[in-house]
């Protein structure tokens, strides 16, 4: 008799222990259907009188705030209407896809909730994960759009990316240029024609040569619909510029403003033969000339052949780059090197074998560690956008809140460092009869040597890396051109100062990490 | 050499770890005490050279009593007693011959100590040891290095850079295993006949404490409920040995000279 209990039980539990999920149903004298009724009428109630007190109230706390947020963001889609039905509409006919799925989702929800209270009475075992699954789903659905996720513009807009993309991937034809040689010849042409046109340039054996045919003309204009009028076309021939060499064309009009001519959408340029000539058309360009000037309107064409000579030229970016880089470094570095002193009597304080002595210590120990936890919370870019505010933009605020930060980080490691300390060996030291400082030396100084530095350079690894993304704020180094850079959407510049961080960051990577493995 | 009276020692918690003790122990003797796990074993011999402060009664060592010594004199005491330890407590990071250096601080001068100065004299007794202890080759590298048989030879070693008179063990041999038990405790055995260097040692099981020890002291709760010769011991049938020390009495299976077959692990000089 007895074994055969001995035997049921195992059987149980092993069932148990096979499904977690099959839980026995609590004991409750309410009927199943009252249950049952009471969750349809206020979701989580039926469980919560049948004893399922914590899943009644998450059932009962989900369902109401989904239903919250549906409301909200109804009201975010449709805020114009006057009541919440016609808000509905609205949001319906505006995103039916997640307007449908929530309201079916909550019905549903509702009903199993319903049908969950009646089943956990009624059902000896029963699987009670599932409907949590929907729960979960539905919040998914939610924070799909509150998260205004929208894969399709994701995909779509990718192509736009791809010029920038490209440019702070490979941004180095911004890092040199040449020193260029500047070959060009100008034409001149009356516009609108009326007068005496400007005569034609006169030909040199030796210098290179441009000339317009015919030499006055009309410019483009836009009629009322504003739809364009092509103006005259112009043969331009020119000679003795470079050959083979891509030649630009360009317009100056009578107040010296210069752009390069477009065509069908295109910068116009030609390629010069062999003997350093060519000939084309052009069509006269579009162009407001402020009604203020006076006197004949003499426009000029102008063909300009740039070529590289000589070596390269470090470009403005670059330079600028390296110096942010080398600052950025300092920056971690010296905030590091701050952080460091500053800790160490710190993390004194913060060590609770060291301060478990009396309760004046202790209470010192529990508000050192309380300052610690709540700086070290707070990250170190909201650190610098208050030093900025205190000492203004510059690497001395990150300085400041890298600093800051590091105090309490580092205080933290190392008085954990210090409270692992191993005692077997300070006794052991004290045995010899050594005095208290050779006990220190030799006892404690060897067991925090390396932990204190692995956690320094640990530190300085992540201040480095700070360092490059504080400047975003205005607190100096390399992430402060950087932010400037992507806002004048200078994406070469912006590449290059990505790419001094990339290699930096990645070099400190390797540089830390080895030191760390050599020396503990 | 040392006498113990009326030892008391009442930890901060309220604990009493030892009740009025009191035995003594003569040159050259291997005396062994016993006790369950939580008898006072440790807290009695960590009395002795005052890592923990008795809270009541004397200890007499070579007519003086320690627990009287300014810091100055108890230092002095201590360089005087060896100690080992069952986890070997080295410095694990630093290196072997570090650790045995260790053992001179007590002779150093405090400010030599700092800028991390022995003497060529230390230095080469530390060798000495070490080749003693049969692990001279071990001494640049890292203590933790080290296999437990060989840590404890270097918290041997240690000890002996003192040139103590006394060498107080507590449970030596309890992190290892049975073999390692016998060739540490030989060794042991070995100082303290050719040294003639009293040991004071704990242990745990009863094949070692009869194949070692001159004599007995029991420990339960705090208090000396033994006293024995080694004649004694031998003599005493498990049943016995059970009834003084506990329940949790062990025999280790292991034949005392075993530990000439094993190898890499045997103490020559
Ligand atoms: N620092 C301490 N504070 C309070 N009580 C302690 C302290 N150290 C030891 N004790 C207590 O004193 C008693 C004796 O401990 P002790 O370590 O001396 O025993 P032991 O015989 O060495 O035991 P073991 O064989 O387990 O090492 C135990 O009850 C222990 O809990
Ligand atoms: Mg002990």
New binding site residues.
């Given amino acids: 008799m007895a074994k055969e209990v001995e035997q049921k039980n195992t059987k149980a539990k092993r069932k148990k222990r096979k499904n977690p999920a099959l839980i026995k149903k609590p004991e409750s004298r309410v009927p199943g259907e009252l249950s049952g009724l009471l969750s349809l009428l206020i979701p989580g109630l039926g469980h919560i009188v049948i004893g399922e007190i914590g899943r009644g109230f998450i059932l009962f706390g989900s369902i109401f705030s989904m239903i919250l947020m549906f409301v909200w963001r109804i009201e975010l889609l449709a805020h114009l209407e006057p009541n919440l039905l016609s808000m509905y509409n609205k949001a319906l006919s505006r995103r039916p896809v997640f307007i449908l799925l929530l309201t079916f989702g909550i019905i549903l929800l509702w009903l199993w909730n319903a049908w969950d209270a009646y089943r956990i009475r009624k059902k000896r075992e029963y699987n009670r994960i599932k409907i949590f699954i929907l729960v979960i789903a539905v919040f998914f659905v939610l924070g799909w759009q509150i998260g205004e996720i929208n894969p399709y513009k994701m995909i779509t807009r990718f192509p736009e990316t791809l010029t920038p993309i490209s440019r702070v991937l490979w941004p180095w034809k911004a890092a040199f240029t040449h020193k260029t040689l500047r070959v060009s010849a100008k034409a001149a042409i009356l516009a609108p024609p009326g007068g005496n046109p400007p005569p034609p340039s006169v030909e040199n054996p030796n210098k290179p040569y441009l000339l317009a045919e015919p030499t006055s003309g009309n410019l483009s204009r836009l009629d009322e619909n504003y739809k364009m009028i092509p103006g005259t076309t112009i043969t331009l021939t020119g000679k003795n510029f470079k050959p083979d060499t891509k030649t630009e064309i360009w317009w100056i009009d009578p107040i010296g403003n210069k752009f390069q001519l477009r065509q069908n959408g295109k910068y116009v340029s030609v390629i010069t033969d062999e003997k350093g000539s060519f000939k084309m058309k052009v069509i006269m360009p579009y162009r407001l000339i402020p009604p203020s000037s006076k006197g004949k309107m003499i426009h000029h064409v102008e063909a300009v052949q740039v070529s590289p000579v000589g070596g390269v030229i470090i470009n403005e970016p670059l330079k600028l780059a390296v110096s942010r880089m080398v600052e950025t470094i300092f920056m971690g570095m010296i905030a590091t090197l701050f952080g460091i002193i500053l800790s160490i009597p710190v993390s004194f304080l913060a060590a609770r074998n060291l301060m478990a002595g009396s309760w004046v210590t202790l209470i010192i120990y529990y508000i050192t560690r309380t300052i610690i936890n709540i700086i070290r919370s707070i990250e170190p870019l909201i650190w610098a956008l208050i030093a900025v505010v205190w000492v203004g933009l510059g690497p001395f605020a990150g300085i400041i809140a890298l600093t800051f930060h590091s105090i309490a980080a580092l205080s933290k490691l190392y008085s954990e460092a210090i409270e692992s300390i191993d005692p077997g060996p300070i006794e052991a030291i004290q045995a010899t009869g050594a005095t208290h400082l050779q006990t220190i030396l030799y006892a404690v100084v060897p067991q925090m040597i390396p932990p204190f530095i692995s956690f320094s350079i640990y530190r300085w690894d992540i201040n480095v890396r700070m360092s490059t993304v504080i400047g975003l704020v205005g607190g100096g180094g390399i992430g402060f051109i950087l932010v400037q850079y992507i806002r004048l959407l200078d994406y070469r510049a912006a590449g290059i100062a990505v790419w001094f961080i990339a290699i930096t960051v990645a070099l400190l990577d390797y540089i830390s990490s080895e030191i760390r493995r050599r020396i503990v | 050499m040392l006498s113990i009276k009326n030892l008391v020692k009442i930890?901060?918690?309220g604990?009493e770890?030892l009740k009025d003790v009191s035995f003594d122990v003569d040159d050259g003797e291997f005396l062994i005490i016993i006790?369950?796990?939580?008898?006072?074993?440790?807290?009695?011999l960590r009395c002795i050279n005052r890592l923990i402060e008795p809270t009541e009664g004397q200890i007499i060592w070579n007519g003086e009593d320690v627990t009287e010594a300014d810091s100055n004199h108890l230092r002095e005491v201590r360089r005087q007693i060896g100690m080992i330890f069952?986890h070997f407590n080295l410095v694990k990071r630093s290196s072997v011959l570090k650790n045995v250096l260790a053992g001179r601080l007590g002779y150093t001068n405090p400010m030599l100590s700092l800028i991390n100065r022995f003497s060529q004299a230390d230095i080469e007794m530390a060798y000495e040891a070490l080749r003693r202890a049969g692990i001279e080759d071990q001494a640049h590298k890292r203590a933790d290095e080290l296999s437990g048989g060989q840590q404890q030879r270097v918290g041997i070693a240690r000890a002996l850079m003192q040139n103590p008179k006394m060498i107080l063990a507590?449970?030596p041999v309890?992190s290892l295993d049975p073999v390692l038990a016998h060739t540490i405790l030989g060794y042991l055995e070995k100082i303290n006949k050719e040294d003639n260097i009293t040991v004071l040692c704990?242990l745990?099981y009863l094949d070692l404490v009869q194949r070692y020890a001159t004599r007995v002291i029991g420990?339960r709760n705090?208090k000396v409920v033994y006293r024995g010769s080694g004649e004694d011991i031998r003599k005493m049938t498990d049943e016995e040995f059970k009834q003084i020390y506990g329940e949790e009495a062990e025999r280790v299976r292991v034949g005392p000279d075993s530990s000439e077959d094993v190898d890499g692990e045997k103490i020559n000089g």
């Fill in positions: 930890y901060d918690d604990t770890a006790g369950l796990s939580g008898s006072g074993k440790s807290t009695l069952q507590d449970e309890a704990s745990h420990l705090g």
